[in-house]
């Protein structure tokens, strides 16, 4: 294995391969750990989300005690938030570069065809509007971040 991918980057590669073999049926795969302790480490796990568009048709979720994250690609989004299992803030992150134009439906403070990006606006410390969805519309990746109760 290439020592330019992280072991969790390894793990998803030898996962498909197992499904692929198995011919196993699954809706995503869910990842404990990987968002606590050194930042590199959580970066690192951020990016291999960004590598398992490439190794898995499946979305790919991380959670870590109280935290959820998930790399939504370009498109529009529909997430369910009335689970009870949710915290009370949320946040969307453009990680890898800026995306353009985000609009949002669902939130507090949602975006209207708004720019996200590092130095300008980042959406972080963000709620719900008790309406039990929120749509996220984006033409670029765009990490979405959500407290959750285990």
Same mark, same amino acid.
């Given at each position: ?16 391969? $197992? @499904? ?9 795969? %869910? ?8 930042? +590199?480490?959580?970066? #690192? *796990? %951020?990016?291999?989300?960004? !590598? #398992?568009? =490439? ?5 790919? @979720?991380?959670?870590?005690? *109280? ?9 529009? !989004? ?18 890898? *570069? ?14 209207? =065809?708004?720019?996200? $990006? ?12 008790? *309406?039990?969805?929120?749509?996220? $519309?984006? +033409? ?8 959750? $109760?285990?």
């Amino acid at each position: 294995m290439d020592q330019d991918f992280t072991d969790f980057t390894k793990c998803l590669q030898i996962l498909q391969k $197992k @499904i692929e073999e198995k011919g196993l049926q699954i809706d995503l795969i %869910v990842t404990l750990g990987g968002l606590g302790g050194r930042f +590199d480490q959580t970066m #690192a *796990s %951020v990016e291999t989300l960004f !590598h #398992a568009t =490439n190794i898995t048709p499946f979305p790919v @979720i991380v959670i870590q005690e *109280s935290s959820l994250i998930y790399l939504l690609q370009p498109g529009k !989004h529909k997430l369910q938030v009335n689970t009870g299992l949710e915290g009370s803030w949320c946040g969307l992150i453009p990680i890898g *570069s800026s995306c353009d134009s985000v609009t949002t439906t669902g939130l507090r403070w949602n975006l209207a =065809n708004q720019v996200l $990006k590092f130095g300008t606006l980042v959406s972080t410390s963000n709620t719900y509007d008790n *309406s039990g969805t929120v749509t996220i $519309k984006t +033409d670029k990746p765009l990490l979405w971040t959500m407290a959750i $109760k285990l």
